[in-house]
């Protein structure tokens, strides 16, 4: 989309209509815009890495939050769009059917979807709009599959779910199921939803070691919740290197723990590959270079042997 304005680099959290009032220079730049539906730690590491990548570019980027608000996150990338915008990046939520509308959106401007897919069937998308993001079936099948190696393929299993309805931990949670399934002495015995929620992660844990739930293998849909339950561990005096643990993110807590020797396994969700790749994509959609419907940012194994390459 062509655009009829000039001003520069980063303008994140600007109200809409101060933004949409800025508009009267002639071009000079290309505009990324970029509407995040929550802000987290995940989230705020991929959007800053978006405004560097952009900046690199030496073009203009917008980036704000809708709170949490669906209705909101669709306003807002109506404004954009409004505002000239060349193309937008959409972190959305997980509900697929009020996410329907903002796909539709990209028969206007190129979208780019990222980090959490916006529809289940993402063939059906526009032609402008593309989803980035990592594919949710290597994430638990590579740290099940890593436990329960290191297990010898035997013993109880206790699991951690993220939100009931996320689509990322539905996934991740039948992964988990599925590799178990290939070995028969592998036994699920408890789940419960966490929540992504470190303090949920050490409360659920808790009440299993109080009422004497037999496992050897923790996992967990995410690093929060894991190392909430080695706090539980540890609170409850014992000792969490008796236990195989994993989670998924491969966040700075939870690299602290493995360096400890507490946590056995998580898996990198690359937030600095994914935010450079939108990007990429980004830029491609507006130069009208083809690009596949779907952009897979590959998941990273993290253990003990390779813990030295992600502290940094």
Not at 28 to 46: H, P, Q, T
Not at 67 to 85: H, L, M, R
Request: net charge negative; glycine share 6%.
């Amino acid at each position: 989309m062509s655009n009829n304005f000039c001003f520069r680099r980063l303008m994140t959290g600007l109200p809409v209509a101060l933004l949409l009032s800025a508009i009267s220079y002639q071009a000079c730049a290309k505009f990324i815009a970029v509407s995040v539906s929550e802000e987290d730690n995940y989230r705020n590491l991929i959007t800053k890495n978006i405004e560097e990548a952009v900046d690199r570019r030496g073009d203009d980027i917008y980036i704000d939050s809708a709170g949490g608000d669906e209705d909101f996150q669709y306003q807002q990338i109506q404004s954009y769009i409004k505002a000239g915008a060349d193309a937008i990046i959409v972190l959305t939520t997980g509900n697929y059917e009020k996410n329907k509308r903002i796909v539709k959106l990209a028969e206007t401007v190129p979208l780019i979807f990222l980090n959490v897919p916006p529809v289940e069937d993402l063939s059906k998308m526009p032609p402008k709009a593309v989803y980035v993001g990592s594919n949710e079936e290597e994430s638990g099948t590579m740290q099940m599959e890593e436990l329960a190696k290191l297990a010898n393929y035997q013993g109880n299993v206790a699991l951690m779910m993220g939100e009931v309805n996320h689509p990322a931990a539905k996934m991740r949670t039948l992964d988990v199921k599925n590799v178990m399934a290939k070995y028969p002495k592998m036994k699920l015995v408890k789940t419960e939803s966490g929540n992504w929620a470190r303090n949920q992660g050490y409360t659920i844990v808790k009440k299993w070691l109080s009422e004497g739930v037999d496992f050897k293998v923790l996992v967990a849909n995410n690093d929060e919740m894991i190392i909430g339950g080695l706090m539980a561990i540890r609170d409850a005096g014992k000792d969490p290197k008796n236990y195989l643990t994993g989670g998924i993110d491969a966040t700075k807590d939870a690299l602290n723990e493995m360096e400890k020797g507490d946590l056995d396994v998580t898996v990198l969700q690359d937030a600095v590959g994914q935010g450079r790749t939108a990007v990429d994509v980004a830029y491609k959609l507006i130069n009208e270079v083809p690009v596949d419907s779907i952009v897979w940012v590959p998941f990273q194994l993290v253990t003990p042997d390779n813990l030295s390459d992600y502290l940094k």
